[in-house]
């Protein structure tokens, strides 16, 4: 990213920012339009952050600017990300892994290549600079045992409709029986991080608000009153069994002693205890590369199901 925005910059501090021909533009940086020249011009090109103009001049964008000289606190990163965003092959990589983790090298490369179409002999620069691309556009959370890409959709997203926030005012928000659907997971990464990326995106498609239990969906209180409301509140839920939670399972034998429907999710090749295991369970693979976009589709589903057939996933308990 760095150096597809050397050009530009280069004719903006000596051109003003005004059109510039080839060796023009070359010479600002002190040299003279060769073949790696070129590469940085289709580089700039391909963000969007020079355009082609009649006699074969340069021309700065909008973007270029915004980037190299931010007028606000967020022109700069909204420009790069724009960049990345709209990038050929870069567009379509991060459009199929936003908001998920990429998986391991050989699993990703394969995707590119099978998937993606990206050409073998270019995948090792390809992921170099997608990568490096993603760091400069802040789009890539490489905190965890395997980087997520950020989903700027939702995850920068303001609050579903009908949903009021009021952390700050420290009063709880209500939550409405006929529109809320409960999420009981693990707070632990990367499950905890599964809300924002998977289950909302999920549970908004069928038209129902999710909540989960924690200081920013219902103010301050008990931990224990905040679960019992939503549960007793929402009219499904949604549970992630993946790593035997106790809390998850505490809520799941809440929701079947109130009698509501659950949909039950776990990661492939978790051991279900078997008082549960008769109830249909939604499984993952995330060494599948699409695993986020089929685990949401998935929920979805479920959920729609459990809304207009609620006996197929409560749990009968006078059996």
Not at 57 to 74: G, M
């Amino acid at each position: 990213m760095e150096r597809a925005l050397r050009i530009p910059r280069a004719i903006l501090d000596q051109n003003a920012g005004q059109p510039s021909s080839l060796a023009e533009a070359a010479k600002f940086l002190g040299g003279k339009v060769s073949g790696e020249f070129q590469l940085e011009v289709s580089s700039a090109k391909k963000y969007g952050f020079l355009t082609a103009q009649a006699g074969s001049k340069l021309a700065l964008t909008d973007r270029a600017k915004r980037a190299l000289r931010p007028q606000s606190n967020t022109d700069e990163i909204s420009a790069l990300q724009e960049a990345v965003l709209e990038a050929p092959d870069f567009k379509e990589v991060y459009n199929h892994y936003r908001g998920e983790s990429l998986p391991d090298d050989q699993f990703f490369t394969n995707a590119l290549v099978d998937n993606l179409k990206i050409p073998a002999d270019k995948i090792s620069d390809f992921r170099s600079v997608f990568r490096e691309s993603l760091r400069s556009a802040n789009l890539i959370d490489e905190s965890g045992e395997r980087p997520r890409l950020l989903d700027v959709g939702r995850e920068g997203a303001p609050p579903a409709p009908g949903v009021i926030r009021e952390k700050d005012s420290g009063r709880a928000r209500t939550v409405k029986s006929d529109s809320a659907c409960f999420v009981m997971q693990p707070f632990a990464q990367p499950y905890g991080g599964y809300y924002e990326t998977i289950f909302r995106p999920a549970i908004e498609q069928t038209g129902i608000t999710p909540v989960r239990a924690d200081n920013e969906i219902f103010g301050a209180g008990k931990i224990m009153d905040q679960v019992w409301r939503g549960i007793r509140s929402a009219k499904v839920l949604v549970a992630e069994l993946t790593t035997r939670n106790a809390n998850v399972y505490y809520e799941l034998g809440l929701a079947h002693a109130l009698g509501k429907p659950v949909v039950l999710i776990a990661a492939k090749g978790e051991d279900v205890p078997f008082d549960i295991g008769h109830i249909r369970v939604v499984y993952y693979d995330v060494s599948d590369p699409f695993w986020g976009e089929k685990l949401i589709n998935k929920i979805a589903d479920n959920v729609r199901s459990a809304l207009s057939n609620p006996e197929e996933a409560v749990l009968d308990i006078n059996s």
